[in-house]
């Protein structure tokens, strides 16, 4: 060891912002290791490294006892004495024993376990910068496909996109750079393991928060997010400032800001709409581009019959019922949708079924009269 090792430490420090003192203190712990190793010893020992100059010197710890019986852990008082008189019954009394070679084969062993701990720093450090972006956006570069897993460089590390994560008809191409939403951060025995999504809805949010300053700054807020990925999106906003308009805000200009997001998204649709702390109007703006005309609520099923125009009543329901679920999703609110007609032809049937029990009761009363009056009339006769 020496002053070069040092200089390197300090270089070390400056390149990868490893603290020098952990590194020395990882150095240490590693040659007692080596000491132990190589030497064969059963002595507790400490190894302290000169910080000026990497000078090593190794110390066996001994107890001070009036009559040793160990030597090799066990020191007399006055032995220790010679050494520092300020020693006491008890102490731990730090006796040298640098060997005169400590050997190519301690340094040799005691620079690959700093390796290894320099690794460990490594990892550490971008385990905490990621673990903190848990729930944020981080652009990457596609390194490579691994069985059905997309393997993504985020610069300092490596980052993996499963296929659950992926959205359905998604292509990912070599180099291509993207923006992904990062899921979890575990540790694992290679390092950081980061796990991305481009599925979550937590990826719209963020790309809004991106997009719209007014959602960055607090003034519009984003109140809740359904999402089938690669498909379509419903987003409602709610402005804190009545001069604010939510909608217009996260449209942009010409929907220059909507369009930003719907590129990043490959072609998804996303509706945006005015969130309400009234379930009517904000069930009848979730089934935008559809009109509601009626909204009847049901506070204890948690559920809602829309009546909507003929011509609409597909684009209420949408393609496989998807504006109709993605409506549902976003309000949490179990929602029916029928046309002007079938209100009509339920209505119509309602009123069909009532008058017929109504002639029902009427036919049985003169039945049961005219049965009475039948039989009044056999007695008169007897």
Not at 123 to 129: A, G, V
Not at 303 to 315: H, M, N, R
Request: charged share 30%; with cysteine.
């Amino acid at each position: 060891m020496s002053t070069e090792l040092m200089l390197a430490l300090e270089q070390i420090e400056k390149e990868k912002g490893l603290d020098k003192e952990v590194l020395i203190e990882a150095i240490e712990a590693a040659l007692v290791s080596a000491y132990k190793k190589n030497f064969g010893t059963s002595q507790n020992v400490q190894i302290e490294m000169d910080r000026e100059d990497g000078e090593v010197r190794v110390y066996a710890l001994k107890k001070v006892v009036e009559i040793p019986e160990n030597d090799l852990t066990e020191i007399s008082l006055d032995t220790a004495r010679g050494i520092d008189p300020k020693y006491q019954l008890g102490d731990n009394c730090k006796v040298e024993i640098t060997p005169k070679k400590f050997g190519r084969i301690a340094a040799q062993t005691a620079k690959q376990v700093i390796m290894q701990r320099i690794r460990e720093a490594e990892r550490s450090i971008i385990y905490d910068e990621f673990s903190n972006k848990e729930g944020d956006i981080v652009t990457g570069i596609i390194l490579r496909a691994e069985r059905n897993n997309v393997i993504i460089d985020l610069g300092k590390t490596e980052a993996i996109l499963t296929a659950q994560e992926q959205t359905p008809g998604e292509e990912y191409r070599f180099n291509e750079r993207i923006k992904t939403y990062i899921v979890e951060v575990k540790k694992s025995t290679k390092g950081p393991q980061i796990m991305l999504s481009r599925t979550h809805p937590g990826l719209v949010k963020r790309l809004f928060e991106l997009e719209v300053p007014e959602i960055h700054e607090g003034i519009v807020e984003i109140k809740g997010i359904a999402r089938e990925p690669g498909s379509r999106t419903k987003i409602a906003v709610f402005s804190k400032d009545p001069n604010v308009d939510p909608v217009g805000a996260c449209v942009g200009q010409k929907g220059t800001r909507v369009q930003a997001i719907v590129d990043e998204l490959r072609g998804e649709k996303i509706d945006i709409i005015k969130w309400s702390s009234n379930p009517e109007e904000l069930i009848s703006s979730s089934l935008s581009p559809a009109k509601a005309i009626r909204v009847d609520i049901n506070e204890e099923e948690k559920s809602v019959k829309v009546i909507v125009p003929d011509y609409q009543l597909s684009l209420a329901i949408g393609k496989e019922g998807q504006n109709a679920r993605l409506a549902a999703k976003l309000t949490g609110w179990k929602i029916d949708i029928k046309s002007e007609s079938q209100l009509r032809a339920t209505i119509e049937q309602e009123l069909l079924n009532y008058n017929a029990d109504d002639n029902n009761e009427s036919i049985s009363e003169i039945t049961t009269e005219y049965i009475d009056d039948d039989d009044s009339d056999e007695a008169d006769a007897e």
